[in-house]
């Protein structure tokens, strides 16, 4: 059995939609305030714009990309110009969303416990 480039062309494009989906999904559960502000076409506009960012930095695989999408929900689309965040994601070794979460973590546990 032969797969055609086209059937792998469209397999690829099935797995971006249901992914796509997916992340819609996610965002409506986690994100309820800021995604029910959009609706669907808006909303996958907005992960298209963070994916579409989340590439540039490196970050391609559907987990990493993922935990891209909650930091850019979380602080908003600006979030890779905040100084923790830009350090990060412009450093090309490790893990990026890792430590992302983990930069984030500290920063808000530091505050937690009275520190700033």
Known sequence: MKISPEQIEAFS???????????K????EFYALEASQLKDEQ???EIRSAVNLAEQ????????????LN??????HSFPELPWANEILNDPWGDKVERLYVCHL????GRDNGRH
Do not use: D, P
Not at 13 to 22: D, H, R, S
Not at 25 to 28: A, M, N, T, V
Not at 71 to 76: A, D, L, T
């Open 71 to 76: 930091f850019y929900f979380e602080f908003g």
């Open 106 to 109: 500290a920063e808000v546990e």
């Open 57 to 68: 930095y490196g970050i391609l695989s559907q987990r990493e990309i993922c935990g891209f």
């Open 43 to 45: 909303l996958l506009r």
């Open 25 to 28: 999904c996610h965002l409506r």
């Open 13 to 23: 494009v099935n797995q971006t939609k249901l992914f796509y989906e997916e992340m």
